[in-house]
């Protein structure tokens, strides 16, 4: 709240100088000097303190000593005239009244606020200037809501050093100026498009060096966005050197005939000295050859059209997902991997859209050091579609795709992966297993028995029946005059009532629910309670008719009818353009001509007027009316009482609409089921002749 009033008040003049004061000094300030004789406590002692000019807010007078004072009367007078004009509003403005900004009430507003500061005797508060004259020691300096801190920490940005070119290490000063004067003047350039820098611009380059030692080159997306990679891949193919570059534009000098191998090497190794691009090169060791041309920084992703299209013997991974976890990704899941995925460099280019089986194979063996696969699509590559390629893919690897769009794919090898020495385990395990399963299964069925101990004539069961010889022969006792076919009979007749069940069941809730909408549907219903149309209606002529059609159709204010149908939102609406004109157009969006022919008489009906025609349109029927000779616009009290709401009338229609699907729906369930009945009953007449 002391802000405001601290930045609004004007500054004080931190000394007063003797030229001010002084009128034989100073003759311009010679009439001012009998204002500034009023602040002396006796004029006549000139050892006596003089009484300075105070702000508003201070409680007693500012006595200074004539030793504090200033003296600037040894200065030029153009400059003292200057300093003089300055203390001189700076006096008017501590003393004048400026309405708004100087009257009573915002001067007692600084007053009190000045005065809640200087209450708390714990701590004085030094303001400077003159507040420090008022008196009292200084203890503690409290920073004010308008100071900044002055111990806070600024971290800046460090400006990033120039890296030596190539051209910079080899060519002379000398010469790479005047190369460089000679690039500026360059108007001609061979254009750099998406697919990179191919085999045709290195031939432009070089019939372009045949006449002149310079070049200039334009890259596109996305070689543009990373120039210091462009320099590099245009040295590295043409072998020239960069010797100006500037924006999207490399100026390229043909170079001498002989160039050291040791700058080369040497500005190699500083470019792949950091950790992530060791990491980077470290995942993609062994998966294959490179992309050269990749327009992001290191390491260089693995070029997929050098890969082969089929490799032998290749088949999908098994897989298997561990206990008590699911294989499905949660949200929560795919998100945390997508944000992993953003900071991985990318592991593969792929320009082709079949023929992934060597991509297929690198993936895996990606998967084995990353959970995850980054593969780019090749820039100006034709014909590319990154929805089959991404299916092909996760048929291929059974991977989890995370993110596909036109320019990437991303490939998570999922929670049930296994690398090929643990699925090599894990079938040795199984194949153990099953081995072990066959021994016990066989050593149990050759030394079953069942022992029958006779106790006083009763026969007991000591062993069970599940698993041995006995239930084999009771279940061939009770199946056994069956025939496959039969078998097969009865499985279909099974089948068959058990979808006729099902069909049944669902055709019994969609009757019931056609019950409850019905019974809705006429509750709403009995609330309307439409017109009858009047017997003695107004007779127009057919040239009235005509004219007045005519005048219909050019209006270009109409009456729109939704899906609500005719409402008592429509007959105020309709009524309000019969304020101001004879005749009325309203559209309807209804397609069958009985439905428009309804509603035509619905609307002559409940507004009493005269039904034009009805017109076709581009955007429906449109249904002129004719206010009437004699019309008079009813109150609306009595306007449309026996018609539904806006509210009602949407009920109306949505029910209707419901009742209507519920009704399609329902007759297709009972078309199914005497399909399954027709069938059922083929089906007994074929087993009935088997028999």
Same mark, same amino acid.
């Given at each position: 709240m002391l802000t405001p009033l601290f930045v609004s008040a004007r500054p004080l003049p931190s000394r007063i100088t003797i030229s001010s004061l002084n009128p034989n000094q100073n003759p311009s300030n010679a009439a001012k000097a009998s204002n500034f004789d009023q602040f002396k406590e006796n004029p006549r002692l000139p050892d006596a303190a003089i009484k300075a000019p105070t702000a508003p807010w201070m409680k007693g007078p500012h006595f200074l000593q004539p030793d504090e004072l200033i003296d600037t009367s040894h200065h030029h007078?153009?400059?003292?005239?200057?300093?003089?004009?300055? *203390?001189?509003?700076?006096?008017?403005? @501590? =003393?004048?009244?400026?309405?708004?900004?100087?009257?009573? +009430?915002?001067? +007692?507003?600084?007053?009190?606020?000045? *005065?809640? @500061?200087?209450d708390s005797e714990e701590s004085v508060v030094g303001y400077g200037g003159e507040f420090e004259s008022l008196g009292g020691g200084i203890v503690e300096r409290r920073r004010m809501p308008w100071e900044r801190e002055e111990d806070k920490f600024v971290l800046r940005r460090t400006k990033k050093e120039r890296v030596l070119t190539t051209a910079d290490l080899i060519l002379d000063e000398g010469l790479l100026c005047r190369l460089r004067r000679e690039g500026l003047k360059l108007r001609k350039w061979v =254009?750099?498009?998406k697919a990179g820098v191919t085999e045709t611009v290195v031939n432009d380059i070089r019939l372009i060096w045949e006449g002149n030692e310079l070049a200039m080159v334009r890259f596109d997306v996305p070689l543009c966005r990373n120039m210091e990679r462009a320099q590099e891949i245009i040295e590295l193919k043409t072998g020239g050197l960069v010797v100006l570059s500037k924006k999207e534009f490399l100026v390229v000098y043909r170079g001498p005939t002989e160039r050291t191998s040791s700058v080369l090497v040497k500005g190699q190794d500083e470019i792949s000295s950091s950790l992530y691009e060791r990491e980077g090169e470290r995942l993609l060791n062994g998966l294959g050859p490179r992309y050269m041309d990749w327009w992001m920084r290191r390491p260089f992703p693995v070029d997929v059209d050098l890969l082969p299209q089929v490799v032998d013997g290749y088949k999908t991974p098994s897989r298997r997902c561990p206990p008590n976890t699911r294989a499905k990704l949660s949200d929560e899941e795919l998100t945390y991997l997508r944000n992993i995925a953003q900071a991985l460099p990318f592991h593969f280019v792929l320009g082709r859209n079949h023929g992934l089986q060597g991509l297929a194979s690198a993936i895996l063996k990606l998967w084995e050091r990353c959970v995850i696969a980054k593969i780019a699509i090749k820039w100006g590559a034709l014909n590319t579609n =990154? *929805?089959?390629?991404?299916? *092909? @893919? +996760?048929?291929l690897t059974g991977g989890v795709l995370i993110l596909r769009n036109k320019y990437l794919i991303i490939l998570f090898r999922g929670k049930d992966f296994l690398s090929d020495e643990v699925a090599d385990l894990v079938d040795d395990r199984e194949r153990l297993l099953r081995r072990y399963q066959h021994f016990e299964e066989t050593k149990r069925e050759s030394e079953i028995e069942i022992s029958e101990v006779v106790t006083n004539g009763e026969q007991l069961e000591e062993t069970s029946k599940t698993g041995t010889l006995l239930e084999f022969q009771e279940l061939q006792r009770k199946f056994g005059e069956m025939e496959i076919r039969n078998l097969e009979t009865e499985a279909e007749k099974a089948k068959l009532e058990k979808e006729l069940k099902s069909q049944e069941h669902k055709l019994f809730i969609l009757k019931s629910k056609i019950e409850k909408t019905t019974t809705e549907l006429l509750k709403l219903n009995s609330l309307w309670k439409p017109s009858e149309g009047d017997d003695d209606v107004e007779i127009l002529t057919d040239e009235e008719r005509e004219c007045l059609r005519r005048i219909g159709l050019k209006m270009n204010s109409s009456l729109v009818l939704g899906r609500r149908g005719v409402f008592d939102g429509v007959m105020e609406g309709l009524h309000q353009h019969w304020k101001h004109r004879e005749v009325a157009k309203v559209i309807t969006m209804q397609k069958i001509f009985s439905r428009v022919v309804y509603t035509a008489k619905s609307l002559e009906a409940e507004s009493n007027g005269v039904l034009i025609s009805i017109e076709k349109l581009k955007e429906g029927h449109a249904i002129l009316m004719y206010r009437g000779r004699n019309y008079k616009r009813p109150s609306s009290k009595l306007m449309a009482q026996n018609l539904l709401t806006k509210r009602k009338a949407l009920q109306r229609s949505v029910l209707m609409q419901r009742l209507g699907s519920l009704k399609f729906f329902a007759y297709q369930r009972g078309k199914a089921i005497e399909d399954l009945k027709s069938s059922l009953v083929k089906l007994q007449d074929s087993a009935s002749e088997l028999y």
């Open positions: 007078h153009k400059k003292s005239t200057r300093k003089q004009n300055a *203390e001189e509003k700076t006096f008017k403005a @501590l =003393n004048r009244r400026e309405s708004g900004v100087r009257g009573s +009430k915002a001067m +007692k507003k600084i007053v009190r606020s000045v *005065e809640k @500061l200087s =254009n750099v498009r =990154n *929805e089959e390629m991404a299916d *092909e @893919l +996760k048929h």
